[in-house]
């Protein structure tokens, strides 16, 4: 069915057309082109003024009348020969209105008018190679909500990337690219497209509000806080700005509370506080890892290290350059005793920041984890680190007892060697932490090989040993 219209019609529509091109800042990142389309379309307006005066004729003394035909249609009062037949809209105007929709992202308006340029001129390859944009158009905006709804930003990205290589002028398509690089974490690409809108356009709320959005997920809340408010301030419908104005807020003030109870040293409420800010936005990678960091803290403080572990890795997975966390982890590994652990995380520390202090606490985890693939003489003997003389020989005395041999002569042949095995052990215990000089090069971490091997001690000689090997007879 062929597209007919009235002069009127085909006034308002190529007026639409020049509208579209002046306002919406087509190609405005190209501004010759910008000018050659321009120039293009105002030719088009002066082919409509061809048209009208096409219908002045003598009989019409006032030209007026005739463009009183254009704009308000027939008129009683005008002659019947001069309310003409309805005139074809040409399919190059249509062609160009197509143009202009498709290159503001209006798909479906581009394919209406690729569409009736093909109704008048079937065999048109520009119309159905523009079609063909438009409806390539409309499958990436389909894939691009799709995967909007599932959270897969990057597909997101892609598919707007392709979209704009057709529709490069279209706001709508980069704003939604902007937002989805924040949401991935990739911050200087978002501002800067939201940059570029805001030059075009200051009062852009969409581009305010991913510039917010950039802030808020770096962490720079109140500053994020001043774009959501501006960005509501020129659309105050603006739902996500309004979502993203309230999270941003409702996160300071719940952190700055955990803050303080953790100063005011009520750490229970601290940990409690510090869970509640990670519930109010999930997408708020930078602000949640320092969340978990902080709930940690107070984990150790509350003797929970496990869970501090947990929240340090958690801390660690949303923000893998967070150096605090890897130390917080690494002290908890070195306190309980996972010293593997503890000298991984000291060396991703060191490695990014060659710093003194951080040599310092790399040499300790690898001390502390040296001495723990040695025999663990304080366990040996079931004592502390702090353990005075007199408690090490007390503790010498009841291990020694309760390993000697001859306690356990009715045994089995395997639990003899076994308790024989710490036996021999309980006294190598003794023979370093009760000579001063060995257990202070025992507990920094030296070796003891060329200070021979275990020596039975004297006062085990004495008090456990007749000479026989046999324990004295204490009745």
């Known amino acids: 069915m062929k597209c007919q219209a009235n002069v009127k019609d085909f006034f308002e529509y190529t007026i639409r057309i020049y509208l579209l091109f002046f306002f919406e800042d087509v190609c405005v990142e190209k501004p010759l082109k910008y000018c050659l389309k321009l120039v293009d379309h105002v030719l088009v307006l002066i082919q409509v003024h061809q048209v009208a005066d096409r219908w002045y004729t003598p009989e019409c003394s006032n030209p007026n009348d005739a463009w009183h035909y254009i704009i308000s249609g027939p008129s009683p ?22 143009k202009c929709h498709l290159s503001l992202g209006n798909a479906m308006a581009a394919s209406r008018c690729f569409q009736k340029v093909l109704e008048l001129e079937p065999g048109n390859m520009q119309a159905q190679q523009e079609h063909k944009n438009a409806s390539s158009i409309l499958e990436f905006e389909r894939v691009a909500e799709s995967g909007f709804e599932k959270r897969d930003f990057r597909k997101v990205v892609y598919c707007m990337d392709r979209a704009l290589g057709v529709a490069s002028a279209c706001h709508r398509f980069k704003i939604l690219k902007a937002e989805c ?47 959501f408010v501006q960005a509501l301030r020129m659309a105050p419908d603006h739902e996500k700005a309004r979502l993203a104005c309230r999270n941003a807020k409702a996160l300071k003030a719940k952190k700055e509370e955990g803050n303080q ?49 947990e929240d340090c890795t958690s801390a660690i997975k949303l923000d893998p350059t967070y150096i605090k966390a890897y130390l917080r982890r690494a002290q908890c590994y070195t306190d309980t005793e996972q ?22 606490l790399l040499k300790a985890a690898q001390l502390e984890l040296k001495k723990s693939k040695r025999k663990d ?64 090069r025992y507990d920094s971490g030296h070796d003891l090989d060329d200070d021979g091997g275990f020596a039975e001690s004297v006062f085990f000689r004495g008090y456990f040993n007749d000479g026989t090997g046999m324990m004295k007879d204490r009745t």
């Open 377 to 440: 003489y304080y366990k040996v003997l079931g004592i502390g680190k702090n353990a005075t003389d007199d408690e090490i020989k007390k503790a010498y005395r009841k291990r020694a007892l309760m390993h000697h041999p001859d306690r356990h002569s009715a045994a089995t042949t395997e639990v003899q060697k076994e308790e024989e095995k710490k036996f021999k052990e309980v006294g190598e215990a003794f023979t370093v932490l009760s000579d001063p000089k060995k257990k202070c």
């Open 339 to 360: 010293y593997d652990d503890a000298v991984r995380d000291y060396e991703k520390v060191y490695q990014t920041e060659k710093t003194k202090e951080h040599k310092q």
């Open 181 to 227: 690089l924040a949401l991935l974490g990739r911050y200087p690409e978002a501002q800067s497209v939201a940059s570029d809108i805001l030059r075009i356009d200051s009062t852009n709320a969409d581009a305010l509000y991913v510039r917010g959005l950039c802030l808020y997920y770096e962490d720079c809340i109140d500053k994020a806080v001043q774009f």
């Open 77 to 98: 009062s005008l002659s019947p020969s001069l309310n003409p037949p309805p005139v074809l809209a040409p399919p190059q105007g249509h062609l160009r209105e197509g």
């Open 261 to 309: 109870a953790f100063k005011d040293c009520s750490y229970e409420a601290a940990y409690r506080l510090y869970t509640e800010a990670l519930t109010i936005d999930p997408n708020n990678i930078k602000t949640n890892a320092k969340l978990y960091c902080n709930r940690g803290t107070a984990g150790v403080k509350l003797t929970k290290l496990d869970q501090a572990i």
